[in-house]
Antibody, heavy 122, light 108 residues
C-alpha cells in the first residue's frame, strides 16, 4: 500500500522560509515522479512542482518559480520542497502526490498524502 | 498554458440521480485527463485516469469519457457517500498540470 506522509508545515512570517518533507513507502520510490500540489483555504487545487524519479528533471508553476525548489533523496524515500520568500498568498495545505514512471504520466497523481498546512502571516 | 473549464461549479442532486460534470480543455490533451474526488477535510482521491479508466477499487457507478478537448464525468446512481468536490486535471506532455475549478456536489 502506497503511503505518503508530509511534514514541515507551520506558521511563518512573510518573507520567511520553510522546508516540507514527504516520506514515501509502499512502492519503488526512485521509479516514480513526485509532485507537490497545494490548496488555499476554501479554494481549488493548484499544481506546484514535479520532479522525475531520478531527480534530473524538475518543473514549477509560474507562481512559485524562483522561490521554491523541489528535490528528493531516493536513498531515504523522501521528497522535499524548499520554500523561500514566502508570501501570504502561499498559505495553503500542501500535498505530495505520486506521479507516473514515464514523462507523459508525471502529472497523473495516483496517490496523495494527507497534506501539511503552511500559514504565512503578513 | 492549458486552461481547464469545469462545469457546473456546484450542483445538488438526490440519491439515485444520474450526475454529469463536464470539463473542457483549451487545447487538445489527447486523453491525458484525470478525475479526482475530494471529501471534506480529506486529500483528493483518483477515481478515473486517462479520461475513461476506472481506478481499481472505485465503484462502477463512476465513469468518464471523452478525448481531445471535451470530457465528461458521470455518477450513474448517486449515493449519499458521494458528497464531495470533484476535480478534473490535465497532465499533458508539459507542465503546468492544470486542474478544473471543481464541482461541489451536494445531496438533496
Amino acid at each position: 500500500e502506497v503511503q505518503l506522509l508530509e511534514s514541515g508545515g507551520g506558521l511563518v512570517q512573510s518573507g520567511g522560509s520553510l522546508r516540507l518533507s514527504c516520506a514515501a513507502s509502499g512502492f519503488t520510490f526512485s521509479n516514480y515522479a513526485m509532485s507537490w500540489v497545494r490548496q488555499a483555504p476554501g479554494k481549488g487545487l493548484e499544481w506546484v512542482s514535479v520532479i522525475s524519479g531520478s531527480g534530473g528533471t524538475t518543473y514549477y508553476a509560474d507562481s512559485v518559480k524562483g522561490r521554491f525548489t523541489i528535490s528528493r533523496d531516493n536513498s531515504k524515500n523522501t521528497l522535499f520542497l524548499q520554500m523561500n520568500s514566502l508570501r501570504a498568498e502561499d498559505t495553503a495545505v500542501f500535498y505530495c502526490a505520486q506521479g507516473g514512471t514515464r514523462a507523459h504520466t508525471y502529472g497523473s497523481h495516483d496517490s496523495w498524502g494527507q497534506g501539511t498546512l503552511v500559514t504565512v502571516s503578513s | 498554458d492549458i486552461q481547464m473549464t469545469q462545469s457546473p461549479s456546484s450542483l445538488s442532486a438526490s440519491v439515485g440521480d444520474r450526475v454529469t460534470i463536464t470539463c473542457q480543455a483549451s487545447q487538445d490533451i489527447n486523453n491525458y485527463l484525470n478525475w479526482y474526488q475530494q471529501k471534506p477535510g480529506k486529500a483528493p482521491k483518483l477515481l478515473i485516469y486517462d479520461a475513461s479508466n476506472l481506478e481499481p477499487g472505485v465503484p462502477s457507478r463512476f465513469s468518464g469519457s471523452g478525448s481531445g478537448t471535451d470530457f465528461t464525468f458521470t455518477i450513474s446512481s448517486l449515493q449519499a457517500e458521494d458528497l464531495a468536490t470533484y476535480y478534473c486535471q490535465q497532465y499533458g506532455d508539459h507542465p503546468p498540470y492544470t486542474f478544473g475549478q471543481g464541482t461541489k456536489l451536494e445531496i438533496k
